[in-house]
T-cell receptor, first 115, second 113 residues
Framework: DAGVIQSPRHEVTEMGQEVTLRCKPI?????LFWYRQTMMRGLELLIY????????DSGMPEDRFSAKMPNASFSTLKIQPSEPRDSAVYFC?????????????FGSGTQLSVL | QQQVKQSPQSLIVQKGGISIINCAYE??????FPWYQQFPGKGPALLIA?????SEKKEGRFTISFNKSAKQFSLHIMDSQPGDSATYFC????????????FGTGTRLTIIP
């Protein structure tokens, strides 16, 4: 198995532009998570899906952020409009374990820089 | 509200020494405590985990010690090697459904020759 696949690996954009991050979870995993990692705040959970349904989006910082999971093999995290403070590494993770999600498998992340 | 407090923020240990990273939690409902290891440019990966029905779990050179009454747990890396240099995150999750892992803030470990 190729693991969790994220694209792009790096994204540099200008303030105000729309940014779309993509994730392909491990086949057969029921849960998918989007995390943001910064030096100041560590790993923050933004949103997670179970069986393609958003379960908890309380970590989404504001309405500029949205996430979708149209099917079991694909998810997107969109930021519109982007701001410099959104610069971070964004990780997607998937889990086989249903709602409890004890073991997470992380992708390699997308390094986002908003200028 | 930080539910899992991790220390130290960074740690330098000589090769062959013991690395110790500590975590404390507040939520008594937490019942699963994993540690994740992250190398530069990679996502975190599960290293070892423990449940509160045991006080210690060992896998190779890695040991988790758990103190339920003090609400603390720690990671010990014996015979630390340069390849262990990474960022380590403790985490916790409670025993009821629809919850997710709460991560500590991370410890950057550097093993020097």
């Amino acid at each position: 198995d190729a693991g969790v696949i994220q694209s792009p690996r790096h994204e540099v954009t200008e303030m105000g532009q729309e940014v779309t991050l993509r994730c392909k979870p491990i086949s057969g995993h029921n849960s998918l998570f989007w995390y943001r990692q910064t030096m100041m705040r560590g790993l923050e959970l933004l949103i997670y899906f179970n069986n393609n349904v958003p379960i908890d989006d309380s970590g989404m910082p504001e309405d500029r952020f949205s996430a979708k999971m149209p099917n079991a093999s694909f998810s997107t995290l969109k930021i519109q409009p982007s701001e410099p403070r959104d610069s971070a590494v964004y990780f997607c993770a998937s889990s086989p374990g249903g709602i409890r999600n004890e073991k997470l498998f992380f992708g390699s992340g997308t390094q986002l820089s908003v200028l | 509200q930080q539910q899992v407090k991790q220390s130290p923020q960074s740690l330098i240990v000589q090769k062959g020494g013991i690395s110790i990273i500590n975590c404390a939690y507040e939520n008594t409902a937490f019942d699963y405590f994993p540690w994740y290891q992250q190398f530069p440019g990679k996502g975190p990966a599960l290293l070892i985990a423990i449940r509160p029905d045991v006080s210690e779990k060992k896998e190779g050179r890695f040991t988790i010690s758990f103190n339920k009454s003090a609400k603390q747990f720690s990671l010990h890396i014996m015979d630390s090697q340069p390849g262990d240099s990474a960022t380590y995150f403790c985490a916790a999750t409670p025993n009821f459904g629809n919850e997710k892992l709460t991560f500590g803030t991370g410890t950057r470990l550097t093993i020097i020759p």
